[in-house]
């Protein structure tokens, strides 16, 4: 009697078991691109105070309040839209800066996205102790505003001009006038520095207010490029109703010219500009300026047009006089992350940059007379960034992927290098925004398994306490049925040890043979298999019966120099080799359909799903969206990095492209492209759709209209994401 209650009692618990399993929803396209149900919450934009105590918050769009680091307790609220009386019409707070005073706010709003990292706004200027609010100035748009440290001034880029406003007098000066479209920029990027240097604003203030420093870009001799703009999803362009429109814009491809850059510094009390004597050498980078902790020092990096020689200068802005304090010298090249990575000490008489002198990335102290003191994060890892320094303990901070390529942990080393410190608990990626001074940092946390998690630490990584965990996130989370991902490493049969993460079926069942789709990006010193927070469409597709599996190939990142390295001059080789060895051993798998195997990747995975399948007879399908099919179409910076110029190295630029393998393509492709990328050329598709056209070669195509590279706006990532994933079911 008893087994049978038993029994019974397990039958109505599996039962019921079963019914909530299928309450469960699976993962749709809709929730990944058009719902976004797992988008995940983060502090709107907080910005550390420059007292080092105290952070800022937007709050409902109308307001900036002031918290405690150490208690979270709201201190102030510096701006409040409700309280102004005549307030301009400002549909919300897109951006800020804060004054050092903390007596004016500069405010962002109406804010369009120009390039990558580029956009331009309408900023306003508010008294936090009058609640009044005025326009910075009548010339609109405006680029990239910034206040001068004593919070008496602003700097700003319009027309291709710099400017400065006094707000005290509420006069206005141009600081250049030279400035031009498609010829000459002034204090801002161009299109090739921003993409590949990673960012948008050309000009410093000093500390004392004094001097502004900027870099002057000369596009003369840089080639062209246009596209057309048609009516498609821009009603407002009546222009082009009958006839496209034109867009062009300067873009110097890899070999071509590229512009001609000088350094500057405008004395403001003088109304004095002066050149900075950066070397008689013109093809030439000058990627960041700095200002050291000295009055009238400037820092500059200097890098040749090969990118495998850096140099640190220290201009002396009276004389003009420019003296190289450092130079880090690389048989390849030097990483673009060692741009950004220099920090001038208080104490005047030292800075610490990254270099990978070691094989690996990690970070130097050095004296201003160029001499190095030694290596503060010694040991076989890459540091991944530079975060901060904290004076009052002589301490670094940065993040590291120490415990795994797959991780990033935040750590602090003290400057006689005696002591290192993980501040950081949990498995998973940790990222790090440390205020003024590395008082406190706010820590964002997050796993495969656990949305991001944002926490205020002290400098010793004592959790104070959670300002967002995402709970609503994780409640949503249980309604729907997810198929974890999970970390794997295989032997290529070139002996090499690859990284990868797979996602199985929903109901998976060993028994059963599985399409397979891999993902990939495979780009330079970039990661894809990492441990933490994302739910993407491999959802979608575990939903739908597909193993989705992700290999980070020879190339990329977190696994010290000699790996990332490998592929120099010959991008596409050693990738494509690993993507087919990770396809193959996919195919070896007990439960994988070796004869359904595809691949997809975006950009440079895009030109990576390309080249496989004209490479190997493994892949049934791909889709490329959005792909480089022979780097010569590619720019200058990126391009050469890795590559050099195609004059020097012709056949590195032709032997992996799949323009040149195209008569070998195997399987079904889908390529798509919008006609407005200003970034990797719809000319790409064109030319590829014509070689394969020319060889014979059956293959599927899609256009977007006016959409740049990450083809986005409207229904656009719906429909796409929707097409690709009938397009999979399809064909694979």
């Given at each position: 009697m008893m087994i049978k209650k038993t029994l019974s009692?397990?039958?109505?618990?599996?039962?019921?078991?079963?019914?909530?399993?299928?309450?469960k929803k699976d993962i749709t396209i809709a929730d990944i691109c058009k719902d976004y149900t797992f988008w995940a919450q983060s502090p709107d934009n907080l910005t550390p105070t420059a007292d080092g105590l105290h952070y800022t918050l937007i709050v409902n769009d109308k307001r900036i309040e002031k918290y405690e680091y150490a208690t979270g307790r709201c201190?102030?609220?510096?701006?409040?839209?409700?309280l102004v009386r005549d307030c301009p019409a400002i549909d919300g707070i897109d951006g800020y800066e804060v004054s050092a005073d903390e007596q004016r706010v500069l405010l962002r709003t109406a804010t369009r996205r120009v390039y990558r990292h580029s956009f331009e706004a309408e900023y306003f200027v508010y008294e936090t102790r009058y609640n009044t609010l005025e326009p910075l100035s009548s010339n609109k748009p405006q680029r990239m505003a910034a206040f001068s440290p004593n919070g008496q001034m602003v700097a700003f880029v319009y027309d291709n001009d710099l400017y400065i406003k006094k707000l005290a007098y509420r006069s206005e000066s141009a600081v250049t006038t030279d400035g031009k479209p498609n010829k000459v920029i002034n204090g801002l990027p161009d299109w090739v520095y921003e993409e590949e240097f990673g960012f948008n604003k050309a000009f410093e203030w000093s500390d004392d207010s004094r001097e502004l420093a900027f870099i002057r870009f000369d596009e003369s001799e840089v080639h062209e490029y246009e596209f057309p703009v048609y009516k498609a999803s821009h009603p407002q362009?009546?222009?082009?109703?009958?006839?496209?429109?034109?867009?062009?814009?300067k873009y110097p491809k890899a070999g071509e010219a590229n512009s001609?850059?000088?350094v500057h510094v405008y004395n403001v009390r003088e109304r004095t500009i002066k050149t900075m004597d950066i070397g008689t050498e013109t093809d030439i980078y000058v990627p960041r300026i700095f200002w050291t902790r000295t009055p009238e020092r400037l820092g500059i990096v200097r890098l040749n047009r090969r990118q495998n020689q850096m140099e640190m200068l220290i201009a002396n802005t009276a004389s003009t006089v420019c003296n190289a304090i450092y130079t880090d010298r690389n048989k390849c090249f030097v990483d673009e992350s060692a741009l950004s990575g220099f920090i001038f000490l208080p104490d005047g008489k030292h800075f610490v940059c990254t270099s990978e002198a070691d094989g690996y990335n990690h970070i130097y102290l050095y004296t201003m007379n160029g001499v190095l003191v030694r290596n503060l994060s010694p040991g076989n890892f890459d540091v991944t960034k530079l975060l901060g320094f904290n004076s009052r303990t002589s301490t670094v901070f940065y993040q590291a992927a120490k415990t795994s390529p797959a991780e990033r942990e935040i750590y602090a080393a003290t400057l006689d290098g005696k002591r290192t410190t993980c501040l950081t608990t949990g498995r998973g990626t940790h990222n790090a925004q440390f205020g003024r001074e590395g008082l406190y940092f706010v820590d964002t946390y997050s796993s495969t398994t656990t949305p991001p998690v944002t926490t205020i630490c002290n400098d010793k990584g004592k959790i104070l306490r959670t300002i967002e965990d995402n709970a609503e996130l994780r409640n949503r989370l249980k309604d729907f049925n997810i198929s974890p991902k999970e970390f794997f490493s295989f032997e290529t049969p070139d002996g090499i040890s690859l990284n990868g993460y797979m996602v199985r079926p929903l109901n998976f069942d060993a028994s059963r043979k599985y399409p397979v789709l891999m993902v990939q990006y495979s780009g330079p010193n970039s990661q894809e298999v990492l441990d933490k927070w994302d739910i993407d469409w491999e959802q979608a597709l575990a939903a739908e019966g597909y193993i989705v599996?992700?290999?980070?190939p020879r190339g990329t990142g977190a696994r010290g120099e000699e790996f990332r390295k490998c592929t120099y001059q010959k991008l596409g080789r050693y990738e494509s080799d690993d993507q087919i060895a990770a396809a193959r051993h996919l195919g070896s798998l007990p439960y994988v359909d070796a004869?359904?195997?595809?691949?997809?990747?975006?950009?440079?995975?895009?030109?990576?799903?390309?080249?496989?399948?004209?490479?190997?007879?493994v892949f049934r399908m791909g889709i490329a969206v959005a792909p480089v099919v022979n780097w010569r179409f590619y720019d200058s910076i990126y391009t050469e990095r890795y590559m050099r110029t195609p004059q020097e190295n012709p056949s590195g630029y032709d032997d992996n492209s799949p323009i040149e393998h195209a008569q070998n393509l195997h399987g079904r492709l889908l390529l798509v492209h919008g006609?407005?990328?200003?970034n990797v050329h719809y000319q790409n598709q064109m030319e590829l759709v014509d070689r394969l056209v020319q060889s014979g070669k059956q293959f599927d195509m899609f256009t977007y209209p006016n959409r740049n590279h990450s083809i986005y706006g409207g229904n656009v990532r719906y429909h796409l994401y929707t097409m690709m994933l009938e397009y999979v079911k399809e064909k694979l």
């Amino acid at each position: 009697m008893m087994i049978k209650k038993t029994l019974s009692t397990l039958l109505t618990l599996a039962v019921w078991l079963g019914v909530q399993a299928q309450a469960k929803k699976d993962i749709t396209i809709a929730d990944i691109c058009k719902d976004y149900t797992f988008w995940a919450q983060s502090p709107d934009n907080l910005t550390p105070t420059a007292d080092g105590l105290h952070y800022t918050l937007i709050v409902n769009d109308k307001r900036i309040e002031k918290y405690e680091y150490a208690t979270g307790r709201c201190v102030d609220t510096l701006v409040n839209l409700d309280l102004v009386r005549d307030c301009p019409a400002i549909d919300g707070i897109d951006g800020y800066e804060v004054s050092a005073d903390e007596q004016r706010v500069l405010l962002r709003t109406a804010t369009r996205r120009v390039y990558r990292h580029s956009f331009e706004a309408e900023y306003f200027v508010y008294e936090t102790r009058y609640n009044t609010l005025e326009p910075l100035s009548s010339n609109k748009p405006q680029r990239m505003a910034a206040f001068s440290p004593n919070g008496q001034m602003v700097a700003f880029v319009y027309d291709n001009d710099l400017y400065i406003k006094k707000l005290a007098y509420r006069s206005e000066s141009a600081v250049t006038t030279d400035g031009k479209p498609n010829k000459v920029i002034n204090g801002l990027p161009d299109w090739v520095y921003e993409e590949e240097f990673g960012f948008n604003k050309a000009f410093e203030w000093s500390d004392d207010s004094r001097e502004l420093a900027f870099i002057r870009f000369d596009e003369s001799e840089v080639h062209e490029y246009e596209f057309p703009v048609y009516k498609a999803s821009h009603p407002q362009r009546t222009e082009c109703e009958l006839y496209p429109g034109t867009y062009r814009y300067k873009y110097p491809k890899a070999g071509e010219a590229n512009s001609k850059v000088s350094v500057h510094v405008y004395n403001v009390r003088e109304r004095t500009i002066k050149t900075m004597d950066i070397g008689t050498e013109t093809d030439i980078y000058v990627p960041r300026i700095f200002w050291t902790r000295t009055p009238e020092r400037l820092g500059i990096v200097r890098l040749n047009r090969r990118q495998n020689q850096m140099e640190m200068l220290i201009a002396n802005t009276a004389s003009t006089v420019c003296n190289a304090i450092y130079t880090d010298r690389n048989k390849c090249f030097v990483d673009e992350s060692a741009l950004s990575g220099f920090i001038f000490l208080p104490d005047g008489k030292h800075f610490v940059c990254t270099s990978e002198a070691d094989g690996y990335n990690h970070i130097y102290l050095y004296t201003m007379n160029g001499v190095l003191v030694r290596n503060l994060s010694p040991g076989n890892f890459d540091v991944t960034k530079l975060l901060g320094f904290n004076s009052r303990t002589s301490t670094v901070f940065y993040q590291a992927a120490k415990t795994s390529p797959a991780e990033r942990e935040i750590y602090a080393a003290t400057l006689d290098g005696k002591r290192t410190t993980c501040l950081t608990t949990g498995r998973g990626t940790h990222n790090a925004q440390f205020g003024r001074e590395g008082l406190y940092f706010v820590d964002t946390y997050s796993s495969t398994t656990t949305p991001p998690v944002t926490t205020i630490c002290n400098d010793k990584g004592k959790i104070l306490r959670t300002i967002e965990d995402n709970a609503e996130l994780r409640n949503r989370l249980k309604d729907f049925n997810i198929s974890p991902k999970e970390f794997f490493s295989f032997e290529t049969p070139d002996g090499i040890s690859l990284n990868g993460y797979m996602v199985r079926p929903l109901n998976f069942d060993a028994s059963r043979k599985y399409p397979v789709l891999m993902v990939q990006y495979s780009g330079p010193n970039s990661q894809e298999v990492l441990d933490k927070w994302d739910i993407d469409w491999e959802q979608a597709l575990a939903a739908e019966g597909y193993i989705v599996a992700c290999v980070d190939p020879r190339g990329t990142g977190a696994r010290g120099e000699e790996f990332r390295k490998c592929t120099y001059q010959k991008l596409g080789r050693y990738e494509s080799d690993d993507q087919i060895a990770a396809a193959r051993h996919l195919g070896s798998l007990p439960y994988v359909d070796a004869s359904r195997i595809g691949i997809w990747g975006w950009s440079y995975g895009g030109f990576m799903s390309t080249l496989c399948m004209c490479r190997s007879d493994v892949f049934r399908m791909g889709i490329a969206v959005a792909p480089v099919v022979n780097w010569r179409f590619y720019d200058s910076i990126y391009t050469e990095r890795y590559m050099r110029t195609p004059q020097e190295n012709p056949s590195g630029y032709d032997d992996n492209s799949p323009i040149e393998h195209a008569q070998n393509l195997h399987g079904r492709l889908l390529l798509v492209h919008g006609t407005a990328d200003d970034n990797v050329h719809y000319q790409n598709q064109m030319e590829l759709v014509d070689r394969l056209v020319q060889s014979g070669k059956q293959f599927d195509m899609f256009t977007y209209p006016n959409r740049n590279h990450s083809i986005y706006g409207g229904n656009v990532r719906y429909h796409l994401y929707t097409m690709m994933l009938e397009y999979v079911k399809e064909k694979l």
